[in-house]
């Protein structure tokens, strides 16, 4: 096991509506009991989270030279089960 740690990243400008189904469906994909497939730009990963998550909510005020930059974290965090595969070694950025 490699001590690398390694992230995909998906950005995009999009609606409140596009974010609300995005929301939407991840959380019924959470709420099921088996694992399930997550999109990150054109990566697919196979998610099987355990039925307890560390959760944190984080709300940042950051100044900027144009402005204060408003931003909303969720994070959920667990250790990678056997039925998760290690994340491919990239980072997807899109805007």
Not at 29 to 58: K, Y
């Amino acid at each position: 096991m490699s001590d690398d740690e390694t992230e995909l990243e998906y950005e995009s400008t999009l609606s409140r509506e596009e974010i609300a189904t995005h929301f939407e469906t991840f959380a019924e994909n959470l709420r099921s009991t088996e694992g399930f497939d997550l999109e990150i730009g054109d990566e697919t990963v196979a998610l099987a989270p355990p039925e307890s998550l560390e959760f944190e909510l984080e709300l940042e005020d950051e100044p900027e030279d144009d402005g204060v930059e408003r931003s909303i974290e969720f994070e959920l965090e667990w250790m990678r089960t056997d039925e998760e595969d290690p994340l491919p070694e990239l980072d997807v950025v899109e805007e």
